[in-house]
């Protein structure tokens, strides 16, 4: 086992938190950047079908996303818990079962999303102006890119469990400074539009899949993460601690990719620029859901170690930290986006009622970002704790179930500014919700008797 455990186990709390959040929050904004790229240069085309077509089809993406999640988080969960339990042959077959079960049902994933396209992509919102485009754009991303593209995302949750936060943020910054290299390449030099923007993607991800595998091979003697198939194993409710500690994360992306199948229907009955508006401005605020996302990824090895080692107050003191931090920084976020959110969308695209739109959304969804940070955070305390059923409560209401009912409902009320309106009210109707469940979880854990260190 790696002798930097001592980031989990000795190291001072805050020094340990920035030690293991900073790394992958900056991993997770250049990944948001470079999401962010493919918008900016396909909006350079000045042509809103084009830039539509990225979020008619940002759904089918997202998927990969969540299974990325299903077995790099709940993987992550399981190891670091071995970890803190000194069961390192146990975290050696989970790291193999994540990574060989991923790549098959990734594959699956990306041949039959491809093939139903004619079928999937009118449900979605395509139309005759994006269709073309979107056919284009999904067969990169997620038909040919599907395998690394979850790889890519799942390895870095795998490589943070034992504590190699920095080389783990460098593996995903790697792959957005490439894609965003790679982008204006194919876009322009190569004159391939938003195919160009797709391939540049899908080469992305899998250089930085690539990265890790060499980096895991270089590690290969020292460290848990083993992906070697002799090691592949569902025993020891393997599968069963992965799932049920990854499903959280899974659904909470499942979930988003049908709060974004509903709300891109919704805005397409309106314009295709209303639908360009929309994605430049969710595009945006995802800046500020990496820096949340960064925060609770890269302290879920701190918190579920010190659990397992039966360390309360150190467990407390990371939670407390990280979101604080989280908190702090989403809420300045949240100021920005809302005093410069007429100025923004003019960068990415110059069609006046593209950048209309993409001003009056971006006004009323940055209100998500201080909610968010909180939801994350007390969603990720529950995973490392091993509570089975809060997390995927919360997961659910996040997205895909108040913010639809709301979406239908205020759209008829008060039209699209209704619509986007429908997401922050979503959003803080759950950190109620939230807040009620873990409260009193919180204090039962605490007044639990842990097994002490050593």
Known sequence: ???????????????????????????????????????????????????????????????????????????????????????????KKCASFCFWTSAAVSFVYGIGVYFLCPFLLPLLGADNDTYTFCRQYIFWTVGAGAVPTVLNAELGHLVRSEGYSKEAGFGIAFGGVLNILLDPVFVFLFKMEITGAALATMLSNLCAAVYFLMFIYGKRKTSVININPKNYSVKEKIPFDVILGGLPGFIMMLMSSVSNSVLNKLIAGYSTCAVAGMGIAKKIDMLAFA????????????????????????????????????????????????????????????????????????????????????????????????????????????????????????????????????????????????????????????????????
């Open 1 to 91: 086992m790696r002798d930097s455990v001592f980031v989990f186990k000795d190291m001072p709390v805050r020094r340990a938190v920035i030690s293991l959040a900073v790394p992958t929050v900056i991993s997770q904004i250049i990944t948001v950047i470079y999401n962010m790229a493919d918008t900016f240069f396909i909006g350079q085309l000045n042509d809103p079908g084009q830039v539509a077509a990225t979020t008619v089809s940002m759904p089918l993406f997202i998927i990969l996303t969540a299974l990325a999640n299903l077995f790099g988080i709940g993987g992550a969960s399981k190891i670091s818990y071995c970890l803190g339990q000194g069961k390192i042959e146990t975290a």
């Open 291 to 454: 820096v949340s996302q960064g925060m609770t990824q890269g302290t879920l090895p701190l918190i579920g170690y010190n659990y397992a080692a039966g360390n309360k107050k150190r467990m407390n003191q990371s939670i407390f930290t990280a979101l604080v931090y989280s908190f702090s920084v989403s809420c300045v976020i949240t100021v920005f986006l809302f005093l410069f959110a007429g100025i923004i969308p003019n960068i990415f695209i110059k069609d006046p009622e593209t950048v209309g739109f993409g001003h009056t959304f971006l006004r009323i969804i940055c209100f998500v970002c201080p909610s968010s940070a909180i939801n994350f955070m007390i969603i990720t305390v529950f995973q490392a704790t091993k509570e089975k059923v809060k997390p995927l409560i919360l997961s659910l209401l996040r997205k895909g179930t108040i913010d639809v009912v709301l979406m239908l409902l205020l759209n008829r009320i008060s039209g699209i500014t209704g619509v986007a309106w429908a997401s922050p009210a979503a959003d803080w109707t759950a950190l109620v919700i939230s807040l009620c469940l873990f409260v009193p979880y919180i204090k039962k854990l605490n007044a639990k008797e842990l097994k002490q260190p050593a």
